[in-house]
């Protein structure tokens, strides 16, 4: 059972998907597949006709480096909001393609002011752009989308995301947020499988991009746009059969609907917390900031994370450590095709390893 922040546990026709026949990605059932595919991962971002999606191949990470590397003009300057390890990650990216960025950084784990990106964009009229992550996966906060894109609105600047661990179980919605960019995945909320990333933007924003110098190859958001929409053609090969998976996942998504998936993660989010704390560990991160897709939790005194981890590890669970700068702490996620019983299994063999170890009791 995947307890890691993606890839996750897939329904059994999303694995099942993978064994289409093997096929020319050329040929006109592929096309039909990358424009299904689009338009449903459109439909997700709670985009409408005025908006599109690119499939790309490659992990979450490949389609931000090229949203964040193609949207930018070149007079153009963009706002980093940063306050965790996938916040720095958007910093990196615009720092090795030499793109223009203001770096507003409020530390890992805190929650973002909205009085200094207010304060940020109003010092500074050469911001063109705000990007920012929606989960920071790192700690499991989630950041104020919606309040951003107001600012973003009233600024009159593009704003993009990374919603990458969120999309599909967190509100989100490219017209309500005011977004332009927004950046996604095949293996995390939307429940399909590693090896395909998308952005999703507003047709005029990549109409806009024309005029934006190129700076990828591979990944050039334009270049991707003309091929996808215009010529209805991938424009190199993709990663034929992990489609078919997700186009499988999306409608799982579509049926279920983000809203309801969102009330889902959070009711399992709960369950875990609750039985985390009946057990006295201590969650880092106040109630108000928690995403519904996964719980910071602070190590007991005593015990390490591999120990954890490799406990939990020969009873089935995967749980996931973070990066050193948040101390000495581990992760539970529940995205996924996760259930109750799983969630009360995974309880269950948290106590079996705790026992196991030569910890002081937790309560
Ligand atoms: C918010 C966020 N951004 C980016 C990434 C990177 O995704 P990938 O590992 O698929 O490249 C992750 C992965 O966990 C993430 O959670």
Redesign the pocket.
């Known amino acids: 059972v995947l307890l890691n ?2 890839p996750v546990n897939v329904h059994p026709s999303v694995r099942e998907a993978l064994a289409y026949p093997d096929v020319c990605h050329r040929e006109p059932e592929v096309a039909e597949l990358i424009a299904a595919v689009r338009d449903k991962a459109t439909r997700v971002c709670g985009g409408d006709e005025e908006f599109t999606s690119l499939i790309l191949a490659g ?4 389609a ?1 480096e090229a949203a964040f590397a193609s949207i930018v003009p070149a007079d153009g300057k963009i706002l980093i909001l940063d306050n965790g390890h ?1 916040g720095a ?1 958007l910093h990196g990216i615009l720092t090795v393609h030499g793109i223009p960025c203001e770096h507003l950084e409020f530390g890992w784990g805190a929650p973002m002011d909205l009085d200094r990106i207010d304060a940020a964009l109003a010092a500074d009229p050469a911001i063109t752009h705000i990007g920012l ?5 790192s700690s499991g906060l989630l950041n104020p989308l919606r309040a951003i894109g107001q600012l973003a609105a009233r600024y009159e600047r593009s704003l993009a995301v ?1 919603a ?2 969120s999309l599909g179980s967190e509100p989100l919605d490219m017209r309500a947020d005011h977004l332009d960019w927004c950046v996604g ?1 095949a ?2 909320s939307l429940e399909g499988l ?1 090896g395909v ?1 998308f952005v999703c933007a507003r047709r005029s924003a990549l109409d806009a991009l024309a005029d934006v110098p190129r700076r990828t190859y591979y990944l050039d958001v334009h270049s991707h746009y003309l091929s996808q929409d215009r010529d209805g053609a991938p424009l190199f090969t993709p990663a034929v059969q992990v489609l078919y998976a997700f186009d499988r996942a999306l409608d799982l998504t579509l049926e279920e609907t983000p809203a309801c998936r969102a009330s889902r993660y959070g009711a399992l989010a709960h369950r875990i917390r609750a039985g985390l704390e009946a057990r006295g560990f201590e969650l880092v991160l106040p109630e108000e900031q928690r995403a519904n897709e996964l719980t910071l939790v602070r190590l007991p005194d005593g015990v390490s994370y591999s120990q954890l981890h490799d406990g939990l590890r020969q009873d089935g669970f995967v749980v996931y450590a973070t990066q050193p700068e948040y101390g000495q702490v581990f992760r539970v996620a529940n995205m996924g095709q996760l259930t109750t019983d799983d969630v009360d299994n995974f309880l269950a063999a948290l106590d079996r390893t705790m026992a196991t170890l030569s910890a002081p009791a937790l309560t």
């Open positions: 922040p993606g992990s979450g990470t490949a931000l996938y990650r992550v929606h989960h920071e996966t990374d990458i661990s995945t293996n995390k590693p990333s």
